[in-house]
């Protein structure tokens, strides 16, 4: 029986060990969340676990040793809580297109926001408490006659996540506000599931709501993909399911309810002299599963998105330039109507500062 107890807790606290995979990739995540000396104590625990990433790791390790002008600090010995604040300052340049019009409107608008975020590390987790302010002021709009858009509109945000090596959680709530309107809230939660992991690549599920209370709400169910590495290629896919209601006349008792198949696919490059380049698509093809009526499930749309943004972050200051499109159509048979547009494209030309510390 004592044998039996030795080899017991030999075996559980194998169990219970993180390999160096797993440290490495919790250290990608906090590098990614701007939360550096975390990641670093994070990449000197991976070396010291020894496997096939060793080199790879101690590479990462001198370059931060080299920015931090060979500091011999002990990392070991920082404090559990840690300040980080991120945002952007930024100028938009639109060009709107409805259903089969012959000409296009245009106009453009300053966006900003800037988030500052509380987080303490608590063993394998991270904990996250979130202030977040947005807002855009419409420079130019007289040519956006059908686009309906306010002068100005702004949000502020109260978020709460917490991260591990399998499993992310992320919830909050949106204060909405603008020209016409009053303030109105909306609320999120996001939960992210990994169950497997093969060489760089993790695998898992992913939940999403989201809920304004004086509008549409949506709700996805992903299988997930990702690809973490320092530098060079990432990528990530999520497949799976999405619902969302919304009102297809001007009158709230007219909601619809979409279901359908969804994809979202990003992928970046990272290079060693601080410029990323990242892109992203976003589809869903919806069918009506609820309505006024049953003639309402004749319904049918098509959501999709593209972007493409190139950065450069040599510093806590960095620049960025991008360009994003929506794309909608809606397959009404005919004999119905909507009060708004069965074809619409609505691209940005986008460009400005960044910061992270």
Not at 3 to 11: D, H, P, S, T, V
Not at 42 to 51: H, K, M, R, T
Not at 142 to 157: A, C, F, H, K, P
Not at 178 to 192: A, C, G, H, I
């Amino acid at each position: 029986m004592r044998y039996l107890a030795i080899f017991l807790a030999l075996f559980a606290s194998l169990a219970v060990a993180e390999s160096q995979e797993d440290l490495y990739y919790r250290a990608l995540k906090a590098e990614e969340a701007g939360d550096i000396s975390r990641a670093l104590t994070l990449f000197e625990e991976a070396v010291a676990e020894q496997g096939p990433y060793t080199a790879e790791i101690q590479e990462i390790i001198d370059d931060y040793q080299s920015a931090l002008d060979d500091s011999d600090g002990d990392s070991s010995e920082e404090s559990s809580w840690e300040f980080h604040t991120y945002g952007n300052v930024g100028y938009s340049w639109l060009h709107y297109k409805r259903g089969d019009a012959s000409t296009a409107e245009t106009g453009s608008e300053l966006v900003a926001s800037a988030n500052a975020s509380l987080e303490y590390n608590s063993e394998n987790w991270t904990h996250s408490f979130e202030i977040n302010m947005t807002g855009d002021w419409f420079v130019d709009k007289d040519d956006l006659t059908t686009l309906d858009v306010d002068t100005w509109e702004g949000s502020l945000g109260l978020g709460y996540s917490l991260a591990g090596s399998t499993l992310i959680l992320d919830m909050g709530a949106d204060m909405n506000v603008s020209e016409n309107d009053d303030w109105s809230p909306d609320f999120y939660l996001w939960v992210e599931k990994y169950f497997a992991r093969v060489d760089k690549h993790k695998f898992g599920v992913s939940a999403f709501g989201y809920k304004d209370m004086d509008g549409p709400m949506f709700s996805t169910l992903y299988l997930t993909w990702h690809r973490y590495v320092k530098y060079g290629w990432k990528s990530s896919v999520y497949a799976g399911g999405r619902f969302e209601a919304d009102s297809s006349t001007s009158s709230s008792a007219d909601w619809l309810r979409w279901l359908g198949p969804s994809l979202k696919p990003s992928l970046s490059y990272r290079f060693k002299t601080d410029i990323s380049i990242n892109a992203k698509l976003n589809f869903f093809y919806g069918f009506v599963v609820d309505g006024p009526n049953s003639d309402y499930e004749k319904f049918q749309k098509f959501n999709g998105s593209w972007s493409c943004t190139v950065s450069w972050e040599p510093g806590i200051f960095g620049l960025f330039i991008g360009a994003e499109q929506f794309y909608r159509r809606y397959m009404i048979p005919s004999g119905y109507s909507i009060s708004y547009a069965k074809k619409s494209r609505l691209t940005e030309l986008k460009a400005g500062v960044k910061w992270n510390l």
